[in-house]
């Protein structure tokens, strides 16, 4: 089955820096990759969301890249703010009819 | 207007007890899920339901038993109840599995003294 792993566990910038979070994946047909913000005690809501056929897609402030060939996927927040404190989860998955698989998480932390 | 919605929000019971969580979507999803997350935080699935069909089913205890009555709801029952089973449980609903964005409820955190 699909294997996804997620690194850094714990990230810690100051206000206004950029953060970047990466996911690699096992499973060569996963096609759909979402990013997931879990404040503290609220639940997981996705931010953002890429499918394979795309290698970039923005959002404002956050991006999502995609390296189908070398099977990993980030997560760009820029000019970060207080707010985006949270736990951030990637996923990946075949598509319909498949499991979501996620990583382990990140622990970002945007100091003031 | 919640859009996904979990009872209880909080849960403290002794081990050996039995509970249940109940579930449901507003959102006229086909797919619904269980998962756990534990004190690292890492998103564990437990269940899937597609169109009230048990399609994904993790090596979990079968001290837990989901029940869907219709797409719209997914209930967890836990038997015998057991220190480790303390967690947050979410629920969560899609249109379809897998490959479209997943709907989370509040969680319900459970604590087993």
């Known amino acids: 089955g699909e294997n996804v792993e997620q690194h850094p566990s714990t990230l810690s910038v100051q206000e206004g820096d950029s953060a970047v979070i990466k996911c690699t994946y096992s499973?060569?047909?996963?096609?759909?990759f979402p990013w997931y913000k879990q404040e503290l005690g609220k639940r997981p809501q996705l931010i953002i969301d890429i499918r394979s056929n795309v290698g970039e897609k923005k959002d404002q402030r956050i991006a999502v890249t995609l390296n189908k060939t070398a099977k990993h996927f980030s997560l760009h927040i820029t000019e970060t703010q207080p707010e985006d404190s949270a736990v951030y989860f990637c996923?990946?998955?075949?598509?319909?009819?498949?499991?979501?698989?996620f990583g382990e998480g990140t622990q970002l932390t945007v100091n003031p | 207007d919640t859009a996904v919605s979990q009872t209880p929000k909080y849960l403290v019971t002794q081990m050996g007890n039995d509970k249940s969580i109940k579930c449901e979507q507003n959102?006229?999803?086909?797919?619904m899920y269980w998962y756990k997350q534990d004190s690292k935080k890492f998103l564990k699935i437990m269940f899937s339901y597609n169109n009230k069909e048990l399609i994904i089913n993790e090596t979990v205890p079968n001290r837990f038993s989901p029940k869907s009555p219709d797409k719209a709801h997914l209930n967890l029952h836990i038997n015998s109840l057991e220190l480790g089973d303390s967690a947050v449980y979410f629920c969560?609903?899609?249109?379809?599995?897998?490959?479209?964005?997943?709907?989370f409820g509040q969680g319900t955190r459970l604590t087993v003294v």
């Open positions: 996923a990946g998955a075949r598509g319909s009819g498949s499991r979501l698989t």
């Open positions: 969560a609903s899609s249109q379809v599995v897998g490959g479209t964005e997943a709907f």
């Open positions: 499973d060569s047909a996963s096609n759909y």
């Open positions: 959102l006229g999803h086909d797919t």
